[in-house]
């Protein structure tokens, strides 16, 4: 399936760049993903609904939404079979996006959902601390009790509650042997 995914991103991608319209298409992606729920894959897999009538959906939802070949490349992955793929289609583009502009990308885990303004903050500091731009995908981890853990490359940066109390235990033990 990443294969399958990489390939279609690439090739998005690369349809992007030779039409000098990358930002648009990102940011056309980027409200696919948001409009597009898992829920409507079931209709997606549909084996009642005809491949014109899935394309209808997309076409009138979209139509004036998106990049016209953009919506000509959803409707191609109708046509063969795979757009219930499209979620990692669009992450594996929106990666190529990113990567072609020196953004890193990371997680940052939190106990409780984020809000934009507090994702935001956390993306600026990073910034400054990886001297690139960062964007950042909240993902909520209940174990972590109260701040945020953030992962990007190979980097952790860990203020979680969990975290601290781990190290005090480690320090703890240390004390008494």
Known sequence: ???LADRYGTALFEL??????LDEWQKDGKLIQTTLTPDMNGFFLSEQITKDEKKD?????FKDAVNPKLLDFMCLLVDNQRFTYVNSILISFNSLCNQSKNIKEGLVYSARPLSESQIKEIEDVM???????CELINRIDPRLLSGFKVVIDNEVIDTSMKNKIQNMKTELLKGTR
């Open 16 to 21: 992007a760049m030779e039409e000098n319209k």
């Open 57 to 61: 959906v997309l076409v009138r939802a």
């Open 127 to 133: 910034s400054l601390k990886m001297n690139s731009k």
């Open 1 to 3: 399936m990443d294969q």
